[in-house]
């Protein structure tokens, strides 16, 4: 049983598309989050939703738009997708409920985004 | 501001015992912990500390100082299979986990 999932895996696309990477957890979790992992391998947090809310929402340009329909599914939108928006996203959940080690991230296989 | 520094790459030998740092100054502390990460797969939960001292896992340990604002990752026996990135992560006062930017570990025969 996958704890995280992610689709799709790999994701080619054209400068100027629009496309959507869908996330679900199976943990119960309350805290989902997006990274976005570049080709220097730093992880940069995207956004964070509890419980269906967005809590985390970093400098990020606003084509990106996360939906949370339910706490086990966050998805991100990607509109106009740009050369720079070529990276790894990385989905993860964690009980949130603000007591250290159950801030405990578990990630999902991540996406695999290259845009052309 | 927040900051974590580790190294960004270190080299050991199969079989021997290497020690990865990372200093941190974070806004507030409620805990550190440490992530693996396969070249192309996603980070694993490795360990997580928030008392001074030494947490052993196996082949395994984590060591944390607050006041030092430093933590170590001791890796014994390596693996060719520990070839990976570990990376290192506060989680704030806020609850908000603030990551390194890991340290890239080449394990040679």
């Known amino acids: 049983d996958t704890a995280v999932s992610q689709t799709p895996k790999y994701l080619v696309t054209q400068m100027g598309n629009d496309k959507s990477i869908k996330c679900e957890q199976n943990?119960?979790?309350?805290?989902m989050y997006w990274y976005k992992q570049d080709s220097k391998k730093f992880l940069k947090i995207m956004f964070s939703?509890?419980?269906?809310?967005?809590?985390i929402n970093e400098t990020v340009p606003n084509r990106f738009s996360p939906k949370s329909p339910d706490k086990a599914h966050l998805n991100l939108h990607i509109n106009s997708l740009e050369l720079g928006d070529s990276a790894v996203y990385f989905c993860?959940?964690?009980?949130?409920?603000?007591?250290?080690?159950?801030?405990?991230?578990?990630f999902g296989p991540g996406t695999r985004l290259l845009v052309l | 501001g927040q900051n974590i520094d580790q190294p960004t790459e270190m080299t050991a030998t199969e079989g021997a015992i290497v020690q990865i740092n990372c200093t941190y100054q974070?806004?507030?502390?409620?805990?550190l912990f440490w992530y693996q990460q396969h070249a192309g797969e996603a980070p694993t939960f490795l360990s997580y500390?928030?008392l001074d001292g030494l947490e052993e896992k196996g082949r395994f340990s984590s060591f944390l100082s607050r006041s030092k604002g430093y933590s170590y990752l001791l890796l014994k026996e390596l693996q060719m299979k520990d070839s990976a990135s570990y990376l290192c992560?506060?989680?704030?006062?806020?609850?908000?986990?603030?990551w390194g930017a890991g340290t890239k570990l080449i394990i040679k025969p």
């Open positions: 943990l119960g979790h309350d805290t």
């Open positions: 974070t806004s507030g502390f409620n805990g």
């Open positions: 992560a506060v989680l704030d006062s806020n609850y908000q986990l603030i």
């Open positions: 939703y509890n419980n269906k809310e967005l809590i």
């Open positions: 500390n928030v």
């Open positions: 993860a959940s964690s009980q949130g409920q603000l007591a250290g080690d159950q801030e405990t991230q578990y």
